[in-house]
């Protein structure tokens, strides 16, 4: 491919010039080296022409920029090449900025990373101001920081505590939030105003905005350091400097340079040079390319626009209210309306976070039907069930449910742990049948498993997955088995949390010994996150179908039969208030049944082994196509480390053959439950 067919430079009658990046064959706009060596023949060409104003803007529906390309991280060998990387880049937004004449990012929709360093390196930055407009940093989720020069020129722009706060969480700003933080001068209302918008940058006298005298204060030199322990602190409350470096790093940087331009450049390659090598950053990127892949999926399909959903339970309720917010006309069904009232209640807080036009919101809220009757069942391009988890009352419901389908519509469960041959066999067509199993909560899970029966047709299975993606989720392929994929593999993993209690190891302290080796909760709190009663059941179910013993569940039970739940009742093995968790429930704070003996290191190695070795078994069973899929529905099912890469990965990493040996010795000290799975041998 030609770079040079990625910018279409003109100029107009006022002698201002437009240079439009549009990358051809992609779907958004990307820095690799080869773009960034064009735009660099590109403002060449300008500095001859020497026009009025440059204002460079998006050809691309969806947005500005949306980054560097990450896939050339992945071929660094060494240092060198990092830093002669990240030069390049430097070297094209310096020449940009350089520029005598008024110079304009237009911005509609997205310009992260890379694409908002470009932004930084203009004088003025126009932008639509509506719901897709996205600006971020959010190169510190790939274990690195801003390099094209983000770190000083977002500290110029912006003052060091915005600048700082963008940089250090990754977050996106929106809407009208990025006008108010100074990420953008001018906004309008839509694409047909952005030129004139960006023209008037050009042609007028005003001088774009800068921080005031307090936000510059903080980058004084006699500052920065007294600064360093508290934001360093900030960051340890998150996460640990040995698993994520890149926030650490950025302090340092700042602390040090304060965003001098004369050496915060050089200092600023040298630092992401450094950890584009690290561990951390290498699978981060993975990470990143893994969720690239799931969202390739379904491309082709038609996504359906009509869903029915049959039960407004928490789960029901909420996956109802997200197909609503995403644009499909949905109706909720269960058996009176006043069990509908408040999952349309809960719906609206919905809509109210994250809908910011009164209008579209009056839309959303019009989308979703309360439909006791199930009168949209006929008309639904697909039916959700998400009732109880008991396969008989499952059956029954589909016994009446199906002779209202139309042609062509598919039934999707939401079973978490029921294998869709049981549920078919009272199906006259199982061939509809599918899985779509969304995980808890609903809007900040990404993750759907698209569970394939035996007797799925490829039309339900494609039609999940376009529902997926037209959701905004990740679809997961699977084969029906029990537990699924994400289920299944955490069941070993919240069972060896409970065999330690009953040993006496405190609740506090067996999720330490997980957040240790970089879980961002540990599996009692993840399982108070999910639902004590919902991790009861699905463990039982797995536990029986797959032949295993269950172990000493004196504690989880007594939570279930005091109706603690966990993070939905306000109480499980934690105290919950507002959804956030507030330390070990008094009740069980004291209830240790002896001194355990197990070291720290022994039960981190215990729980971390118990879920590799499932995973290895999942893989093995030709659950998931291949070991990157189980990666991947392990981190964005679950949570598990993102920076160890996933289960199967971190055991590469490590070594199969010492994961296997090591799973020998627990098995010699802890019992049979350890024994490794033969598909370690294959791996080794």
């Known amino acids: 491919m030609s770079t040079a067919a990625c910018f279409r430079l003109s100029v107009d009658a006022e002698r201002i010039a437009w240079l439009t990046f549009d990358k051809p064959g992609a779907s958004a706009n990307a820095l690799s080296s080869e773009v960034l060596d064009e735009l660099d023949r590109q403002l060449a060409v300008v500095e001859r022409v020497a026009p009025r104003g440059l204002v460079i803007l998006s050809a691309k529906e969806n947005g500005f920029v949306a980054g560097a390309d990450v896939k050339e991280f992945t071929t660094l060998a060494s240092v060198a090449e990092a830093e002669a990387l990240i030069e390049r880049g430097q070297r094209v937004l310096a020449r940009l900025e350089r520029l005598p004449c008024p110079t304009v990012a237009a911005i509609h929709g997205y310009a992260l990373g890379g694409g908002l360093e470009l932004a930084l390196a203009c004088r003025w930055r126009v932008a639509v101001e509506d719901d897709r407009l996205a600006l971020g940093l959010p190169e510190v989720m790939l274990g690195i920081h801003p390099g094209f020069g983000g770190t000083v020129r977002a500290v110029q722009r912006l003052g060091a505590a915005a600048a700082l706060d963008l940089m250090l969480t990754g977050r996106t700003v929106r809407g009208s939030k990025a006008r108010k933080l100074g990420l953008v001068d001018r906004v309008c209302t839509d694409r047909d105003a952005l030129r004139a918008t960006a023209r008037s940058c050009v042609l007028g006298r005003a001088r774009p905005g800068r921080p005031s005298w307090l936000a510059r204060a903080m980058s004084f030199d006699i500052v920065r350091p007294l600064l360093r322990q508290r934001l360093r602190a900030q960051i340890a409350r998150r996460v640990r400097e040995a698993h994520y470096p890149a926030p650490y790093a950025l302090i340092d940087l700042w602390v040090r340079y304060g965003a001098d331009p004369r050496t915060g450049y050089d200092a600023e390659r040298r630092s992401i040079a450094k950890l584009a090598l690290t561990e951390t950053a290498r699978n981060l990127v993975r990470v990143f390319m893994l969720q690239d892949a799931l969202k390739s999926q379904g491309a ?107 042609p062509g519509a598919i039934l999707a469960t939401n079973t978490s742990s029921i294998v869709l041959e049981e549920l078919a066999t009272t199906l006259r067509e199982p061939s509809r049948l599918v899985g779509l199993h969304f995980f808890n909560p609903v809007a900040q899970m990404p993750l759907i498993e698209i569970v394939r029966g035996q007797q799925s047709s490829e039309h339900a299975v494609a039609t999940a ?23 299944r593999i955490l069941v070993p993993y919240m069972f060896e949390a409970m065999h330690a209690a009953a040993e006496g190891h405190s609740i506090d302290a067996i999720d330490a010994a997980a957040k240790a080796f970089g879980m961002p909760m540990g599996p009692v709190e993840l399982a108070d996150t999910v639902g004590l009663d919902v991790c009861r059941h699905v463990g039982r179910i797995v536990s029986q179908a797959l032949g295993r013993p269950t ?72 659950i998931v ?60």
Request: some cysteine; hydrophobic content about 45%.
């Open 300 to 406: 082709d399909a038609r996504a359906p626009s009509r869903v029915h959903v049959i039960g407004a339970g928490v789960m029901g309720g909420d996956i109802a209210a997200w197909c609503a917010l995403r644009g499909l006309q949905v109706t909720l069904q269960d058996r009176t309306l006043e069990l509908i009232t408040p999952a349309l209640q809960r719906a609206q807080a919905v809509f109210d976070k994250r809908i910011r036009n009164e209008n579209e919101r009056a839309a959303a809220r019009a989308r979703l039907v309360a439909d006791a009757d199930g009168h949209g069942i006929a008309e639904a391009d697909v039916v959700i069930e998400a009732i109880v988890e008991d396969l008989q009352i499952k059956q029954s419901l589909y016994a009446t449910l199906e002779p209202q389908l139309k």
């Open 465 to 487: 997955i376009a529902l997926t993606r037209k959701l905004d989720k990740l679809p997961l392929p699977c084969r029906s088995a029990p537990g699924f994929v994400v289920n």
């Open 625 to 684: 196509s291949d070991a990157d899929t189980l990666d991947a529905a392990m981190i964005f099912g679950s949570g598990y480390a993102p920076f160890r890469g996933g289960p199967l990965h971190y055991a590469r990493s490590a070594g199969f053959g010492r994961c296997r040996d090591r799973l020998r010795e627990l098995e010699a000290r802890y019992g049979a439950r350890f024994a490794p799975d033969p598909g370690w041998d294959a791996l080794v």
């Open 551 to 622: 172990p000493d569940l004196a504690q989880l039970d007594a939570r279930i039969a005091a109706r603690e739940f966990g993070r939905k009742s306000g109480l499980g093995f934690y105290l919950w208030t507002a959804g956030k968790q507030g330390g070990v429930n008094p009740a069980i704070a004291t209830a240790v049944a002896a001194t355990p003996t197990t070291s720290a290191d022994d039960l981190t190695d215990r729980l971390v082994l118990a879920l590799a070795n499932e995973a290895v078994a999942v893989l093995r069973a030709g």
